[in-house]
């Protein structure tokens, strides 16, 4: 046994470690299993935030991921302190945020004995984390802590947590760093495509006459916009995005379409049918994006650039699989492919563009009536030029959002895509202003997601952090509803919404508050909440009954969408 | 490619660490593949556990079925042997109801069958047999008339032929990958 090396108690050696993962914040909630560990904070230089419920924790840890592509943290008690976690892991998993949670265990004497608290929390969590781990001794945190940051952060990303016994953070042990590197025999993040793949990739481009890229999430997680770009532009190929992939190109560039999907915009989707070659770049054709599989595309060749092999052949049979880092592969592959004039192609997909009806509610006349686009759109011109990052929650607002909002930077929309999470917005924001101090934060709700996790507003306080809050305030449970307006004969079953004055609310926190209900009052609250220091919640009242269009139907195929009627699309034009 | 579902048998090492079968048992119902048959036990190396998991799949699914379990950090490795003609073994033990009478027709058809009689008892025979899963039902239909009064299988293990070892299934590409030899199998 080395003598030089320190002994410590395990709560201390997670501190320790978390320091040394280049940890400065993090979000939790106390609790009996967990208080060594936060007993020993006080040694700590982490700046821990209370949050109000340890979901909200989850959230911000996400946040923060998804603000900057580093690690976020949560800390939370056992037993109901870890279940309230569950929401946010599975929130991180399916988008792939890399986030790591740690739990207080009941003693090891005690697993297994319906112990106060104790719940089985790496059983729960199997299948919603990237990996877990029960440690039952202080010698095994070291070896666990860099072990879960190095796969909460490599290849694809994802949540892992740690649940630790409360006598592992108590008893002692040495401490040896170096000794815990990560020793993971069977992880293999770092993937890449043989040869022979990269050469019919670039016959299939080659060949292609009118090509398309699907660029998803994984472009910033991989770091490679300034790669996609390049290829793009070498190429003279098109972009349309995922809802994750906003931000990640920029919404002005020439060659980017806007988003594809169930709320895409409809030349993107037409062109996605008409297309003779897709390249799918970091993202997994969900069904949110492919709608129909059997209609999905029918002339196009496919080549899927994933660093996930589990996700090729998974929804949409391809014909070329580039599995590996994105960045890399790009790098290797851009210089091979002929540089080409697409003229026919991108006119034609101009044409379509000219008949889009999507931005069609920005030409509607000032009536008196508030419409929520007509309030994304004046915060996108009055934030664009900053340094904004919008955080939305889930539903009619969200969809709105990704349509007005025209993203120009990576990093700067932060949305729950895969779980589609309602309550996500405002602890997300959190995270994110915690991550990105310098950002002007906006959070963008509707009134049933915010109040699903409206009880931050106190941490946004006791923070004393600066956020500015748009509710999105129609009423109801709006993208619910708009379901039951097209597929349930208008049967608004449990979609009215009672909501406190959210004004009201906000003074009772502190924060202060505008309300807004005419379309001329929406620049002037922006821009009293931008100058006002410290956080402002706006309380946007909208139309009750607006529609998201065009939608395409669960289970419809792409060109089957659901225009807006259309007295209003003949008076659209592009923006 | 074939979309017919078949019997796939796979080899899979996985670090001999406490919760590892809960894992992979989790994967397959999460991904909704069914098992017919898991075991699981100790190799020439006593830090890897050994699974052979025999799944219905069509070679679509058996190609993700590898790289999702690819995708737990405690696994090792993969190997689909089923197109390897692989030395795939069940054991079972089967009691029957025989009195003295019958006992000689059933002890003939244990040997037709080189199965093994490991316990005698006045009005019962427990037998043994190794084999195939086939070999095993044979056994099974032939003494059905005796009465079956308990039966266990193990379920199968399974093996490649020859002096070559388990060898890693390609994952990095799924797509076209032929025979799937990346490099042997060394921890």
């Known amino acids: ?226 790669e996609v770009l390049a290829f793009a532009e070498r190429t003279s190929i098109p972009m349309a995005l995922t809802l994750l992939g906003l931000g990640s190109l920029p919404a002005s560039h020439i060659l980017n379409l806007g988003m594809m999907g169930m709320h895409g915009e409809a030349w993107v989707n037409t062109t996605i049918q008409e297309a003779d070659l897709l390249l799918a770049f970091g993202m997994r054709f969900d069904d949110r994006v492919t709608g129909n599989l059997k209609t999905y595309a029918p002339n196009a060749k496919k080549i899927h650039v994933d660093i996930d092999p589990a996700e090729i052949n998974k929804n949409v049979k391809v014909d070329v699989a580039l599995v590996g880092d994105l960045r890399n592969i790009l790098q290797e592959l851009t210089p091979r492919v002929e540089t080409t004039n697409r003229n026919e192609w991108l006119g034609t997909i101009r044409r379509m563009k000219g008949d889009a009806a999507v931005r069609d509610i920005q030409n509607l006349p000032d009536n008196g009536h508030l419409y929520a686009a007509h309030v994304i759109n004046d915060l996108w011109h009055e934030t664009r030029s900053g340094n904004a990052i919008i955080v939305t929650d889930v539903g009619q607002h969200q969809m709105w959002e990704a349509q007005y909002y025209k993203h120009e930077h990576p990093r700067s929309l932060v949305t729950s895509g895969g779980l589609g999470t309602m309550g996500f917005a405002l602890p997300a924001g959190v995270g994110a202003k915690v991550a990105r101090p310098d950002a002007d934060v906006w959070v963008v709700a509707g009134d049933g997601g915010f109040q699903m996790t409206m009880a931050e507003l106190a941490t946004i306080v006791q923070e004393k952090l600066k956020v500015n809050i748009a509710i999105i305030n129609n009423g109801y449970l709006g993208m619910v509803r708009q379901w039951q307006e097209f597929f349930y004969d208008r049967n608004y079953e449990a979609t009215p919404l009672l909501s406190p004055d959210f004004a009201k609310l906000a003074e009772a926190y502190g924060i202060k508050s505008i309300v807004v209900s005419k379309r001329s009052e929406v620049v002037p609250a922006v821009r009293a909440a931008q100058a006002h220091d410290g956080p402002v919640l706006i309380d946007f009242q909208v139309e009750q009954e607006d529609t998201v269009y065009p939608m395409v139907a669960a289970g419809a195929g792409l060109h089957e969408m659901i225009r807006r009627p259309s007295p209003i699309v003949e008076t659209a034009t592009d923006e | ?110 040997s037709v069958f080189r199965a093994r009689v490991i316990d005698v008892a006045p009005d019962a025979l427990t037998i043994e047999i190794t084999g195939t899963e086939d070999k095993i039902d044979g056994l099974l239909e032939v003494l059905r008339p005796f009465g079956l009064l308990e039966v266990v299988r193990t379920g199968q293990v399974a093996m490649r032929r020859g002096a070559k070892a388990a060898v890693v299934t390609a994952v990095a590409d799924v797509a076209h990958h032929s025979d799937g030899e990346i490099d042997s199998y060394s921890v």
Request: net charge neutral; proline share 5%.
């Open chain 2, 1 to 110: 490619m074939s979309n017919e579902k078949v019997q796939h048998t796979f080899v899979v090492y996985v670090e001999n660490k406490p919760g590892v079968l809960s894992r992979v048992v989790s994967l397959f119902r999460r991904r909704a593949f069914n098992i017919d048959s898991l075991t699981v036990g100790r190799t020439e190396k006593p830090e890897v556990s050994r699974m052979t998991i025999v799944v219905d799949a069509d070679e679509d699914q058996a190609r993700r079925i590898v790289a999702n379990v690819y995708k737990l950090v405690n696994v090792l490795l993969v190997d689909d042997v089923t197109n390897q003609n692989p030395i795939v073994r069940d054991l079972a033990l089967i009691k029957i109801g025989a009195t003295h009478d019958a006992r000689p027709h059933a002890l003939e058809l244990a």
């Open chain 1, 1 to 226: 046994m080395d003598e030089s090396k320190p002994k410590l108690i395990g709560a201390r050696i997670l501190w320790e470690c978390l320091e040394r993962e280049g940890v400065r914040t993090v979000f939790g909630y106390p609790g009996g299993a967990i208080l060594p560990a936060y007993d020993a904070l006080k040694h700590s230089s982490i700046h821990h935030i209370l949050v109000r419920h340890e979901q909200g924790a989850t959230h911000m840890a996400d946040g923060y991921a998804r603000a900057t592509g580093e690690v976020g943290v949560a800390i939370a008690t056992s037993g109901p302190g870890a279940t309230n976690m569950v929401t946010g892991i599975a929130t991180a998993m399916m988008d792939s945020s890399p986030i790591v949670c740690i739990t207080g265990q009941v003693g090891s004497k005690l697993l297994g004995s319906d112990a106060f608290q104790e719940t089985d929390i790496t059983g729960v969590t199997l299948p919603i984390t990237k990996h877990n781990y029960l440690v039952t001794h202080a010698s095994e945190i070291a070896p666990a802590v860099r072990e879960a940051f190095y796969i909460a952060k490599s290849g694809r990303p994802g949540p892992v947590l740690i649940d630790i016994t409360k006598d592992a953070q108590q008893t002692a042990c040495e401490f040896d760093w170096d000794a815990a590197a990560p020793k993971l025999r069977g992880y293999r993040p770092d993937l890449s495509p043989a040869q022979s793949e990269y050469e019919k990739a670039i016959e299939l481009i080659r060949a292609a006459k009118r090509p398309l890229i699907l660029a998803g999430h994984g472009i910033s997680i991989s770091g490679a916009e300034k």
